[in-house]
């Protein structure tokens, strides 16, 4: 092929991604809004009316486009449903100082990077994705403006720089081994082995997998919560739907001994996410780790093929719960200070609704009923239980016994915040919750709660394309 028929191939391809190009221009005009002084609320307005855009108009098309740089398939029609509505959620979050049109911004251009992470069907094109999603999200970091903020950015930057030398050294090796980034020409080999397992570092890093989690802990602390929440779902799940991809096509090259290193990671990160949460009274550090352990649960499912309808149950439901129990942290947080346990003490009496909020997205986050969160875990160990049985494989069984003593655990540092919330002796703490943003958290917990009821519904939310 010519660079003329390349050139025509790629304008008639441009509709395939009208829901990047809706972010792409909206974030150009967004910049320009800014600049004219528009008001915060109108600015925000306009960046969920750019949302609900890229929403509307995602293609549900299959197949390879942009000389196959660029793949679609059911995943990829997932993400460009699921994410902008993500985003659209943390847009709901209490007017703080930090939140801008330059912030604003910077979410939109993670959400554009991690929309082409997704798509991408070449090494290149995904490493460029993901180097625009990290380099908005250490500025984001960083919006405090503050020790701790910049100190926490720092960190992100540093860690993750090392990451995206080692992620590129990968992709020079795989090149070098097949003379090719397309992720379906990749072959067994010595050398592309290594290749593959120096440029997985960087999906590990952006996906929380230990222990390229180091960076976990101090951003989610120092960064403003609303960006956490971000940062937790957005680009977290654009990286495993990533890993998904390349899992796909390398699978069946390098099994067993993939297979065996994936599920020894899930089985590390679950431990000692669970571990480290164990010990915090900081809510958001407790939420850090417990987003590390939960990255141990999603990662086998990139695994295996036939686990998409799970995969794409797990990764809405922890969405959902995430921005749920960041929103509710938020909430309480006072100007500057982040929210430790003793905050919440007592409140319970005065607002026993949030108290019951409070107890329904700490038990969706460990998996029991009535929620969502009980269906997914139920989901993905009776996966796990299947495979186990028909491989007879050690890695998926200490998995499971991993997989439920964690979540075990996981009782006792999620439900501290709805024990403090109603047992604790009350410290004459003043709150304030607008009806706005008290109506937000029961609509998602009584989305927790239906999803539990009706676990099917993603299937009008997210049709598959490929029947």
Same mark, same amino acid.
């Given at each position: 092929?010519?660079?003329?028929?390349?050139?025509?191939?790629?304008?008639?391809?441009?509709?395939?991604?009208?829901?990047?190009?809706?972010?792409?221009?909206?974030?150009?005009?967004?910049?320009?809004?800014?600049m004219?002084?528009?008001?915060?609320?109108?600015?925000?307005?306009?960046?969920?009316?750019?949302?609900?855009?890229?929403?509307?108009?995602?293609q549900?098309?299959?197949?390879?486009?942009?000389?196959?740089?660029?793949?679609?398939?059911?995943?990829?029609?997932?993400?460009?449903?699921?994410?902008?509505?993500v985003?659209l959620?943390?847009?709901?979050?209490?007017?703080?100082?930090?939140?801008?049109?330059?912030?604003?911004?910077?979410?939109?251009?993670?959400?554009?990077?991690?929309?082409?992470?997704v798509g991408s069907?070449?090494?290149?094109?995904?490493?460029?994705?993901?180097?625009?999603?990290?380099?908005?999200?250490?500025?984001?970091?960083g919006?405090?403006?503050?020790?701790?903020?910049?100190?926490?950015?720092?960190k992100?930057?540093?860690?993750?720089?090392?990451s995206?030398?080692?992620m590129?050294?990968?992709?020079?090796?795989?090149?070098?081994?097949?003379?090719?980034?397309?992720?379906?020409?990749?072959e067994?080999?010595?050398?592309?082995?290594?290749?593959?397992?120096?440029?997985?570092?960087?999906?590990?890093?952006?996906?929380?997998?230990?222990?390229?989690?180091?960076?976990?802990?101090?951003?989610?602390?120092?960064?403003?919560?609303?960006?956490v929440?971000?940062?937790?779902t957005?680009?977290?799940?654009?990286?495993?739907?990533?890993?998904?991809?390349?899992?796909?096509?390398?699978?069946?090259?390098?099994?067993?001994?993939?297979?065996?290193?994936?599920?020894?990671?899930?089985?590390?990160?679950?431990?000692w996410?669970?571990?480290?949460?164990?010990?915090?009274?900081?809510?958001?550090?407790?939420?850090? !780790?417990?987003? *590390?352990?939960? =990255?141990?649960?999603? %990662?086998?499912?990139? /695994?295996?093929?036939?686990?998409?309808?799970? &995969? #794409?149950?797990?990764?809405?439901?922890?969405?959902?719960?995430?921005?749920?129990?960041?929103?509710?942290?938020?909430?309480?947080?006072k100007?500057?200070?982040?929210?430790?346990?003793?905050?919440v003490s007592?409140?319970?009496?005065?607002?026993?609704?949030?108290?019951?909020?409070?107890?329904?997205?700490?038990?969706?986050?460990?998996?029991?009923?009535p929620t969502?969160?009980?269906?997914?875990?139920?989901?993905?160990?009776s996966t796990?239980?299947?495979h186990?049985?028909?491989?007879?494989?050690?890695?998926?069984?200490t998995?499971? !016994?991993?997989? *439920?003593?964690? =979540?075990?655990?996981? %009782?006792?540092?999620? /439900?501290?915040?709805?024990?403090?919330?109603? &047992? #604790?002796?009350?410290?004459?703490?003043?709150?304030?919750?607008?009806?706005?943003?008290?109506?937000?958290?029961?609509?998602?917990a009584?989305?927790?709660?239906?999803?539990?009821?009706?676990?099917?519904?993603?299937?009008?939310?997210?049709?598959?394309?490929n029947?």
């Open positions: 092929m010519n660079i003329n028929e390349q050139l025509i191939e790629i304008q008639e391809h441009f509709g395939v991604i009208s829901s990047e190009i809706i972010l792409i221009m909206g974030s150009i005009i967004l910049l320009i809004l800014g004219l002084r528009l008001p915060l609320f109108w600015i925000k307005v306009f960046v969920a009316v750019v949302l609900l855009g890229s929403f509307l108009f995602a549900q098309i299959s197949g390879f486009f942009f000389t196959r740089t660029i793949i679609r398939d059911d995943l990829s029609y997932l993400m460009t449903q699921l994410l902008p509505w985003t959620g943390v847009l709901c979050f209490k007017r703080q100082t930090h939140q801008s049109y330059e912030f604003y911004f910077l979410l939109m251009s993670v959400l554009i990077g991690s929309l082409f992470m069907h070449n090494l290149l094109i995904l490493y460029l994705a993901i180097e625009l999603t990290s380099y908005a999200s250490y500025l984001l970091t919006f405090h403006f503050n020790e701790k903020g910049s100190e926490a950015a720092m992100y930057l540093l860690f993750g720089g090392v995206s030398a080692v590129l050294f990968g992709i020079s090796l795989l090149y070098g081994a097949h003379d090719s980034l397309y992720f379906d020409t990749l067994f080999s010595l050398l592309g082995a290594t290749g593959l397992f120096f440029f997985l570092s960087g999906l590990f890093f952006k996906t929380s997998i230990v222990p390229f989690h180091i960076w976990v802990p101090a951003t989610y602390e120092g960064a403003p919560t609303d960006a929440a971000f940062f937790s957005v680009p977290k799940i654009a990286g495993f739907a990533a890993l998904y991809h390349v899992f796909k096509w390398t699978n069946g090259l390098f099994n067993p001994l993939l297979e065996q290193l994936i599920l020894i990671l899930a089985i590390l990160t679950i431990v996410g669970t571990l480290a949460a164990l010990r915090q009274t900081d809510v958001k550090r407790m939420l850090s !780790f417990g987003a *590390v352990a939960h =990255s141990g649960f999603i %990662l086998p499912l990139c /695994l295996v093929m036939d686990t998409y309808s799970i &995969f #794409k149950y797990y990764v809405i439901i922890y969405a959902v719960m995430n921005i749920l129990a960041f929103l509710f942290v938020q909430l309480h947080e100007k500057g200070e982040n929210l430790s346990l003793s905050d007592g409140l319970g009496i005065k607002f026993p609704l949030l108290g019951v909020i409070s107890v329904i997205w700490a038990v969706a986050l460990v998996g029991l009923p969502g969160g009980f269906m997914a875990k139920l989901f993905l160990f796990a239980w299947q186990y049985e028909s491989m007879d494989s050690i890695y998926w069984l998995f499971i !016994f991993v997989g *439920v003593l964690s =979540s075990a655990a996981s %009782l006792y540092f999620y /439900l501290r915040v709805p024990y403090f919330y109603f &047992f #604790k002796e009350d410290q004459s703490k003043k709150i304030k919750i607008n009806k706005r943003h008290f109506l937000i958290l029961t609509l998602l009584f989305t927790l709660i239906l999803l539990f009821i009706q676990p099917n519904i993603f299937d009008r939310f997210a049709p598959m394309i029947p």
